[in-house]
């Protein structure tokens, strides 16, 4: 590097090297050899430095100690050397040096030493630094950001230097920590005081051990002085001219002592792996690609946005010359920002649209469901030993149960019921009815032979095979006694639930479809899970536990129960019936999938559960019809109640695997928080707690005890 000196003072004489300074023969030599290393530029238009930027040399105690009274020299002659800086913008030569120790000067006289961080200094303590620097160099394109960032840094390892040295070290020395050093006579004592009383607390011994845990993990420290890589590599290139010096020869270098050895071993054995991939690389052997260089095939990949071996401040995109990111415009991202809005709105929309059809669909079925056995409940009570099974071949129904979750439902049309009363003949055409009436009786007759025959047959009623199922046992024996049994005789399992279960006698007809769709782990109806609550009641007053817990009908607020305001009531009719201590669970299906709903009245909470993963929300429908339901029940009770019903989704509870485990997933709910004595069902399905899916052995334990009541009630004789 080339060396000029340019003076305010300089004469005009081309023969003359001599600058505006007092005569060499009066300087040291050593001042002499690192005046030759600096370029100076004039200051003669500054004005002269004021007592609170410069650093007096003439008293050596107080706030304004120097230990550099050369850089004070230079600047009350007007000098400021050039600080000069290499290819990749880093401080090199002896200016850099000498600024960044003037620096450290600064640094520790000027901040008061207090445990704060560096952005709690204040402003005006900065400014004064900046523009003591200002004044004594020519800081270029570092500017005044890199000259603070320098005088954080050094502030922050003055202050470790003092812990480590001079406070950690004398511990029970009380005395030698009571006063400030000499060393440091600029230290105040009350500001020694808290600083020691701050390194001696609790709060800096835990912080203390942290990093020394970090600081023992570092396996390749260096042995760089201030000059740092910069520095390191300007001095190579002096050195060894024509050589090109990468980031591998500089982190080789950077740890060796000043005789040319590598102390410690594990250093010294990745040195030895980069000499010999630099061999292979100038043997043609190895191929080095952009970051793909000698130094991360010897320690492996970098850390995101760091590079090893060249200084901090220096990115792998400065340091391999990569290319930046392409900048998109504005206008550009506006309309790629508005085409992604659009493409997620109509999908939204389309979403919308086919989970609304799918919605009126499903209620559609529900409300066939519900009207075919509130039509047959009618008919039992008005005749007498009414057989539903008279009307088995005029019901038209799905084969797949109508209140079912979210798969799909397409296996048939869904009607509505229709009896209709032989003896009723159409006038005009009653001749021709009685001409077919014999006829018909004649067909009856051989048909009736035909079947005595098939009474002696080996085999007249075909069973299917259900040794291959996925079921319990006892889910199997019940299909099987459906085929033999109950199909040939035309009969339905009729039963009534008790009105202690749901605070009313409800009349139930068991299918044989509902058996087995339940069986072939199909989507349920609202008959199955009725069921299922019927089995549980049973299962709550072994336990004595009917005063903690109660059903809710989930019919009672179906689409056929009425308005909204109509099912409110019958919810809270049933929630009138207690002593209000009681939590409710209550099923409930909007439409082609089962939610749970448990419902605290007393402390107007209710609880959502829904066996879907993602975020789900509560059906608007059953929210309004629950909310009005506990406003009317605090009317019965002459409370006035809060403003508005507290809802809470558990989000915690297990999750279903597939479309069509919700309704068995619901039953497995209910039938978990009652085996709870303590009804903790809040935590224990809170959110991030589990959300796993039930393993099957936990599925098959509810079909079992389904399948298992079913028998029960077949063997009493109760249907």
């Known amino acids: 590097l080339s060396v000029k000196m340019v003076s305010q003072q300089q004469t005009k004489d081309s023969g003359s090297k001599k600058l505006g300074m007092v005569a060499p023969q009066d300087k040291s030599s050593k001042e002499m050899k690192s005046l030759k290393k600096m370029k100076f530029a004039s200051s003669s238009a500054e004005t002269e430095p004021t007592s609170q930027t410069t650093i007096s040399d003439d008293s050596k105690t107080g706030r304004g100690m120097s230990t550099m009274p050369r850089v004070v020299k230079r600047k009350l002659q007007k000098l400021r050397p050039i600080v000069e800086y290499n290819k990749r913008g880093k401080g090199i030569g002896q200016a850099h040096s000498e600024m960044q120790s ?91 005081d808290a600083f020691v009383a701050s390194r001696l607390s609790k709060d800096f011994e835990s912080v203390h051990s942290q990093h020394a845990q970090i600081r023992e993990k570092l396996e390749y420290n260096h042995r760089l002085s201030q000059k740092g890589y910069a520095g390191l590599e300007d001095q190579l290139e002096e050195t060894m001219p024509g050589v090109e010096i990468d980031r591998s020869t500089l982190w080789k270098r950077a740890r060796q002592n000043k005789h040319g050895n590598i102390p410690d071993p594990k250093v010294a054995e990745k040195a030895k792996l980069i000499d010999e991939l630099q061999k292979q690389v100038s043997e043609g052997k190895v191929r080095v690609d952009g970051s793909k260089d000698v130094l991360t095939m010897a320690l492996g990949p970098e850390h995101p946005g760091r590079l090893r071996g060249v200084g901090a401040g220096i990115s792998p995109r400065q340091y391999f010359n990569l290319p930046k990111p392409q900048r998109v415009s504005f206008d550009d991202r506006l309309k790629e920002s508005l085409r992604v809005l659009l493409q997620e709105e109509t999908k939204k929309m389309e979403a919308k649209a086919k989970e609304e059809a799918l ?143 749901f605070g009313g006698d409800r009349d139930t007809f068991l299918l044989h479809e509902d058996i087995t769709q339940f069986a072939g782990m199909e989507e349920i109806g609202a008959t ?97 019809i629950v909310n009005s339901a506990i406003k009317i029940y605090n009317t019965h009770i002459a409370r006035a109640g809060r403003k508005n019903v507290i809802w809470k989704t558990l989000s915690g509870t297990p999750k279903q695997p597939s479309s069509v485990e919700c309704g068995y997933y619901v039953m497995r709910f209910m039938r978990d928080i009652i085996m709870d004595p303590s009804l903790g069902f809040e935590n224990k399905y809170a959110k991030g707690n589990q959300e796993a899916s039930y393993p099957k052995e936990a599925i098959d334990e509810v079909r079992n005890e389904w399948a298992e009541f079913v028998f029960q009630i077949i063997k009493q004789g109760n249907y």
């Open 528 to 624: 199955v899970v009725a069921v299922y609550m019927r089995y549980l009641h049973d299962v709550l007053k072994q336990a004595n536990m009917c005063s903690m817990v109660g059903f809710i009908d989930h019919a009672t607020v179906s689409a056929n129960s009425g308005t909204i305001a109509d099912r409110s009531r019958l919810v809270a009719a049933r929630l009138q019936k207690t002593d209000g201590e009681q939590i409710f669970m209550m099923p409930y299906n909007p439409g082609r999938h089962w939610i749970l709903l448990i419902v605290r009245a007393k402390k107007e909470t209710v609880y959502f559960l829904d066996p879907l993963p993602g975020h789900r929300v509560v059906d608007e429908e059953a929210k309004n």
């Open 359 to 501: 919605r009126m669909e499903a209620r559609t079925k529900q409300l066939v469901e519900v009207e075919r056995e509130h039509f047959l409940s009618q008919l039992s009570q008005l005749i007498p030993n009414f057989d539903p099974g008279m009307l088995k071949q005029r019901i038209s129904q799905s084969p797949k149960n109508p209140m079912s979750d979210n798969a799909s439902c397409s296996g048939g049309e869904v009607k509505s019921l229709h009896y209709e009363d032989d003896n009723a003949k159409n006038g005009e055409h009653q001749k021709e009815e009685e001409k077919e009436e014999e006829k018909r009786d004649e067909e009856k007759e051989e048909e009736k032979e035909k079947k005595d025959e098939e009474k002696h047959d080996d085999k007249v009623i075909e069973v299917g095979d259900y040794s291959n199922m996925e079921a319990p046992s006892s889910l199997k024996s019940l299909c099987r006694y459906v085929e033999t049994t109950l199909l040939p005789e035309d009969k339905i399992l009729q039963f009534t639930i008790d009105k202690e279960v």
């Open 102 to 192: 003037y620096i450290g000067v600064l640094a520790r006289s000027r901040v008061p030493l207090v445990d704060k961080k560096w952005s709690q200094i204040p402003k005006d303590v900065k400014e004064q630094i900046w523009e003591a620097v200002d004044m004594a160099f020519v800081v270029g394109q570092g500017g005044k950001k890199s000259v603070l960032t320098s005088a954080a840094k050094k502030w922050k390892d003055f202050k470790s230097t003092l812990t480590r040295h001079y406070i950690l070290p004398y511990t029970n020395d009380k005395e030698k920590l009571s006063h400030p050093l000499e060393t440091y006579k600029f230290i105040e004592k009350a500001q020694w």
